[in-house]
């Protein structure tokens, strides 16, 4: 079977400076994987080649079996129009209300209109547990709300692929909770492929598939949930124990 996505030997590099060395990996149809690492580790742009907003400088990065260096325009758009991207901070237009910015990305890339548009906005936003909130504004929102309208806004077109950048970042624990229930929930209900980026390991465990470990700008691990708790890389553990994962699910025994 071929990848969805596939990295092949990828290195990056902002102006002279190595963020990511020799990257290795595949992500299959259906997966759910998540890269966890520390700040800087390289996690955010793995995403942004991903969705092909930056180029590797070395290796490849294959959608589907083909390098997307070597899309054309409107493959290349034809791509990102299949895609939902769940930015760190929500990203939602200032400007416009919940309603509208939901609306947006239809509007952009569909000739529906507006009575059809309605429905599919009202439908996403119960989807994640919004209703009555189409008129309200961003700043009228919490934390939570936004990272909910921003999740409505990103199934809007019902993608084949979801990116999640840091999606529990600023939440308190309650609604940190709340929020990994409803990626879990929202993962199924649309059979996406989803890669998500966090440093967060506690609730984007039960989430995965698959989870890759970066450190220093290199993958340390690759494999699945229940394997990184058993693993006995010093660099695995002590992220595990960094993120106050009991010790008991290390399976550190001699």
Not at 23 to 45: L, W
Not at 90 to 108: K, M, Q, S
Not at 121 to 135: A, I, P, T
Not at 226 to 237: A, H, P, T, W, Y
Request: charged letters at 25%.
């Amino acid at each position: 079977m071929v990848p969805y996505i596939e990295f092949r030997n990828v290195t990056f590099l902002y102006t002279e400076k190595e963020v990511l060395h020799d990257i290795n990996f595949s992500v299959y149809e259906g997966d759910f994987v998540c890269i966890i690492g520390g700040s800087g580790s390289g996690k955010t742009t793995l995403l942004k080649l991903i969705s092909g907003e930056i180029y590797p400088k070395k290796g490849e990065v294959l959608i589907k079996g083909k390098s997307i260096s070597d899309f054309s325009k409107a493959e290349l758009h034809k791509y990102r129009k299949s895609m939902g991207y769940l930015f760190q901070q929500g990203a939602l237009f200032t400007d416009l209300n919940v309603y509208d910015n939901v609306a947006f990305p239809i509007r952009e890339h569909t000739s529906l209109c507006e009575k059809e548009i309605e429905a599919i906005v009202e439908n996403k936003l119960l989807s994640v547990d919004l209703g009555g909130v189409e008129r309200l504004y961003p700043a009228e929102l919490s934390g939570g709300m936004i990272k909910r309208v921003a999740l409505a806004r990103a199934i809007a077109l019902n993608p084949s692929l979801l990116l999640y950048d840091e999606p529990f970042a600023g939440l308190d624990p309650i609604v940190l909770m709340k929020i990994a229930k409803l990626i879990g929930r929202t993962n199924q209900n649309i059979n996406a492929t989803s890669i998500m980026v966090t440093h967060n390991i506690r609730e984007s465990l039960p989430l995965a598939d698959k989870v890759i470990l970066l450190s220093q700008n290199r993958i340390v691990f690759d494999g699945s949930p229940e394997d990184i708790l058993k693993n006995r890389n010093s660099i695995v553990q002590e992220f595990l124990r960094a993120a106050s994962i009991p010790l008991a699910l290390l399976d550190v025994g001699s």
